[in-house]
């Protein structure tokens, strides 16, 4: 839901307040997942299907930012390739736990820092439409965004394919 209304607001990306909202909903959309896997793992209130309704929604909150933020700025193409890598980035990592590796969160644009761009882009923007009046910041946050996933994507692969030779 909180992933919605920031998607929504950056669909209304032409005012400062929407932006500001859009980067408000995507930290309280990160916020909102820490706090639902701390319950479940730390509060001992994990279920056998926990890990399938914790991916899915991740999934789809990431989508609808992604998407939005590529209409935001003009280039919707570019905003569903980065839903498209964010949720392959997320593949890979389950894909290598299947194969009885670790789960690798890590990369250069993994979810925390995807959303940390957008979030950032989203403030810079507010500030930039502002004073004058125009929305490079979103661009510059969805570029770095898609092609940050594209390389996490990348040294996932790599790590697993390292892994697996060495066993």
Known sequence: ??????????????????LLLAALMTQLRLLCNLLDGMVAVEGGKGTPTGALYNEVPDRIADSLLLIALGFACGWPQLG?????LAALTAYIRVLGGTLGLPQDFRGPQSKP???????LGCLIGALELATLGTQWSLKIALG????????????????????????
Do not use: E, N, P
């Open 113 to 119: 820092q995807r959303m940390a761009a957008l979030t």
């Open 144 to 167: 770095v965004i898609v092609l940050g996933t594209a390389l996490t994507c990348a040294l996932r692969l790599l790590r697993i394919a390292r892994a697996l030779k060495s066993r």
């Open 80 to 84: 569903w390739l980065a839903a498209l």
């Open 1 to 18: 839901m909180v992933a919605a209304i920031g998607a929504a607001a950056l669909g209304l990306a032409h005012g400062v307040w929407a």
